[in-house]
C-alpha cells in the first residue's frame, strides 16, 4: 500500500547548518508530495509541496524535489535558524482519492 | 477564514468518562479528517468524511470511538467509555475537493489526559 518512510530523529543543528531530512515513498501511481512542519504546542502547517516527477517545492528557505527514480523527496535547508526548531513531516496523498498518509515525523532542534 | 477550529484544547478526564471532541472546518471544504497523535505511534488517521458522509473509519481503534458529522460545519469525535491509553492530541483538519496537489489544514488539536 501507499506508505511514506522518513528519517528517524532527533536531530541537533547548529544555528547556520545545513539541514537534510530523507522520505522516501511507496505509491502505486503518482502522488502528490508534501512537508508539514509542527511547531511546539501547534497544529501541522503546510510547508511546501510537489505534485510531479522533477518539481520543486520550496517555501522559507527549505527545497524538496520530488524524485520518481529514486521514489524520495528530502527536505533540505542551506542554513538553519533557530527559528526552524519543530518537527517535520513528509506526507503523500496518493491521487486516487483524498487520502494522507505521514511519517513519523523528525524533530529538528537548532541551537545558537 | 479562521482555519480549522477545534475545541476544547484541553482535557483532561478520569477514566470510564465520555469525551467530545469538536471540530469546525474551513467553510467550503469537502473533506474533514480526524487524525491521533502520540509518541509512540505518530500520526494516526482515524476516520475522514466526504461531503458529511463517512468514506473511511477503518483506523478507528475500537467500538468506545466513534465520530459525526452532522453538517457541514461541525463534527465530533466521541470516546466512551475512555481509558487513559486514549491520551494523545487529537488533530481535525479539512481539505477542499480532491485534486492533484490538495493539501490539508490542519487545527490546533485537543490534547486529552485520562487519568
Known amino acids: 500500500g501507499d506508505s511514506v518512510t522518513q528519517m528517524e530523529g532527533p536531530v541537533t543543528l547548529s544555528e547556520e547548518a545545513f539541514l537534510t531530512i530523507n522520505c522516501t515513498y511507496t505509491?502505486?501511481?503518482?502522488?502528490?508530495l508534501f512537508w508539514y512542519v509542527q511547531y511546539p504546542g501547534e497544529g501541522l502547517q503546510l510547508l511546501l509541496k510537489a505534485t510531479k516527477a522533477d518539481d520543486k517545492g520550496s517555501n522559507k528557505g527549505f527545497e524538496a524535489t520530488y524524485r520518481k527514480e529514486t521514489t524520495s523527496f528530502h527536505l533540505e535547508k542551506g542554513s538553519v535558524q533557530v527559528s526552524d526548531s519543530a518537527v517535520y513531516f513528509c506526507?503523500?496523498?496518493?491521487?486516487?482519492?483524498?487520502?494522507?498518509?505521514f511519517g513519523t515525523g523528525t524533530s529538528l532542534t537548532v541551537i545558537p | 477564514d479562521a482555519g480549522v477550529i477545534q475545541s476544547p484544547r484541553h482535557e483532561v478526564t478520569e477514566m470510564g468518562q465520555e469525551v467530545t471532541l469538536r471540530c469546525k472546518p474551513i467553510s467550503g471544504h469537502d473533506y474533514l479528517f480526524w487524525y491521533r497523535q502520540t509518541m509512540m505511534r505518530g500520526l494516526e488517521l482515524l476516520i475522514y468524511f466526504n461531503n458529511n458522509v463517512p468514506i473511511d473509519d477503518s483506523g478507528m481503534p475500537e467500538d468506545r470511538f466513534s465520530a459525526k458529522m452532522p453538517n457541514a460545519s461541525f463534527s465530533t469525535l466521541k470516546i466512551q467509555p475512555s481509558e487513559p491509553r486514549d491520551s494523545a492530541v487529537y488533530f481535525c483538519?479539512?481539505?477542499?475537493?480532491?485534486?492533484?496537489?490538495?493539501?490539508?489544514?490542519f487545527g490546533q488539536g485537543t490534547r486529552l489526559t485520562v487519568v
Open positions: 483538519a479539512s481539505s477542499f475537493i480532491w485534486r492533484a496537489g490538495t493539501e490539508a489544514f
Open positions: 506526507a503523500l496523498n496518493p491521487n486516487t482519492g483524498n487520502q494522507f498518509y
Open positions: 505509491a502505486t501511481g503518482y502522488p502528490s
